[in-house]
């Protein structure tokens, strides 16, 4: 066992801003060059408002001072890397450390074998409502991909101890409230104070939605569980010690599983709407791979191209921009000393957006990870799922299984269409999404 530990900061989950601000000054001068604070208090809390997101800061920051870069979060100093190098070295410097908390979630996913049949369902409920909806003008495609996402990840979660769509909504509302206080937080890192409305909404959410997951764990627990049935968490019940640990392992792979992938997937639809090239080679993949079966474990490989499409939504939407870890002991990047408990931004949407590595990076196209392309860049420019030590995304064969299905399901039955005249435009959160929902009209397919 090795004798320090580290926090892996999850990109959402870590309310970097909160945490930084309690810590104590650290004024240490760093060779890493970069921003002075602009005030003592905030350092550069307020370039990071003006810029209007880390990931739009950030961008800017790596653009004027290289790959390796520092600045002031309140008066901690932070350092960024943004190339394949870089984050080769911090994954060789984060190699043996032991994560403080479970990494139960790092392998967990693997061990659940339905959850095939479970995005299928949702996707065929999903293709049933929009059947209806065919003549309706203006849907809301965030809604609609926010929904299956959510259903997906509750579902495979939770199985049928989650069946009562009162509940699901319900849990979706507290988890809104959770999910909006953590985004207010990285713009501004005050915590509201004890009693203030923004406390109450918190605390309450946060009590729901703890009663309902234990509903859910007594269900599991006097139903039993047959091997077929086995669910994450069966598996986190299982590992965790004690009611906290179960309650706050069960909410970060909610909140780690649902807007990634629901944006990811809204992302998706919108491009595939504005490519027509694109989508036709999808639908050809389709049909030469699938015919008119589901996606299973004998086939799924062989849809390279959906894959593609998912690697350029992730890369181009840029739907994870940054992670982070905080690591108590001293270590080199870039040739430089960071000093222990310096956290380290990864800005993996800065490297997404590297026109050294993806030429026109505003351009969506698919082609730049045929396996050709793949071969000219060093593997760690494209990391949407973070790529250092134990905590990388636990998820990731998911957002991919889970994608496909829902792509395959709904462009074989309907073409999508952009509603004119609206200005789609990204807000680079925890997640990327659209400022405004994106609005789309379906019809069916001959
Ligand atoms: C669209 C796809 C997704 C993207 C782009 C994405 C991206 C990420 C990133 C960047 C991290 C932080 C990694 C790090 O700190 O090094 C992360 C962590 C995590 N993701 Fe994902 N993710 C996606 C989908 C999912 C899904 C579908 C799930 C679960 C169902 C999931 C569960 C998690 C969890 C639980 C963590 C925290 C891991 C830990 O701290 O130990 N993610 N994800």
Redo the contacts with the bound molecule.
């Keep these: 066992m090795l004798d320090f530990a580290i926090f892996?900061?999850?990109?959402?989950?870590m309310l970097v801003g909160a945490v930084i601000y309690l810590m104590p000054s650290s004024r240490k001068a760093t060779s890493v060059p970069g921003l002075d604070p602009t005030t003592k208090e905030d350092g550069n809390l307020s370039d990071i408002g003006r810029a209007g997101s880390l990931h739009e800061f950030l961008l800017d920051l790596h653009g004027r001072f290289g790959d390796i870069a520092s600045f002031w979060m309140g008066r901690q100093l932070v350092i960024s890397i943004a190339s394949p190098e870089l984050f080769k070295q911090h994954q060789n410097n984060l190699k043996h450390v032991v994560?403080q908390?479970s990494?139960l979630?790092?392998t967990v996913?693997m061990f659940i074998g339905n959850i095939n049949t479970i995005c299928i369902q949702v996707a065929d409920n999903l293709v049933k409502t929009l059947e209806n909806k065919v003549k309706e003008e203006h849907l809301s495609l965030n809604q609609y991909m926010i929904a299956y996402?959510f259903k997906t990840?509750m579902n495979?979660l939770y199985g049928d101890a989650m069946d009562d769509e009162k509940d699901i909504i319900a849990m979706r509302g507290h988890y809104d409230i959770m999910w909006s206080e953590m985004e207010k937080r990285i713009a501004d890192p005050t915590v509201p104070e004890d009693g203030s409305p923004r406390a109450i909404s918190l605390n309450l959410a946060l009590k729901e939605m703890r009663k309902i997951v234990q509903n859910i764990i007594d269900f599991r627990k006097k139903n039993g569980k047959k091997s077929e049935d086995y669910l994450l968490i069966d598996r986190i019940v299982e590992h965790m010690k004690t009611e906290d640990g179960i309650f706050s392992e069960i909410l970060?792979?909610l909140?780690?599983?649902?807007h990634?992938?629901g944006?990811?997937l809204t992302w998706a639809v919108y491009f595939l709407a504005t490519h027509e090239e694109v989508e036709k080679k999808l639908l050809k993949e389709i049909k030469n791979v699938l015919g008119d079966d589901d996606i299973s474990a004998d086939n799924y490989d062989q849809l390279k191209y959906t894959k593609q499409i998912i690697d350029e939504t992730?890369r181009c939407a840029v739907?994870?921009p940054w992670?982070?870890?905080y690591q108590d002991f001293d270590s080199e990047l870039g040739g430089h000393k960071i000093p222990k408990k310096t956290p380290v931004i990864?800005a993996?949407g800065v490297s997404l957006q590297d026109e050294r590595q993806w030429p026109q990076p505003k351009i969506f196209d698919p082609e730049r990870f045929n396996e050709e392309n793949i071969k000219k860049r060093p593997h760690l420019a494209f990391s949407?799922?973070?790529?250092?030590?134990?905590?990388?995304?636990?998820?990731?064969k998911?957002?991919y299984l889970?994608?496909a299905i829902c792509l395959v399901s709904l462009f074989r039955r309907f073409k999508f269409h952009l509603v004119e005249g609206q200005v789609v435009q990204p807000v680079f959160g925890l997640v990327t999404h659209s400022e405004d929902d994106i609005w789309v009209t379906v019809s069916k397919r001959k």
């Design positions: 892996a900061v999850t990109f959402f989950m994560t908390s990494t979630c790092y996913f996402a990840v495979s970060t792979f909140i780690g599983g649902f990634t992938a944006n990811l992730m739907v994870a992670a982070a870890r990864h993996l949407p799922f973070g790529f250092a030590g134990r905590r990388v995304c636990p998820g990731r998911f957002a889970e994608s």
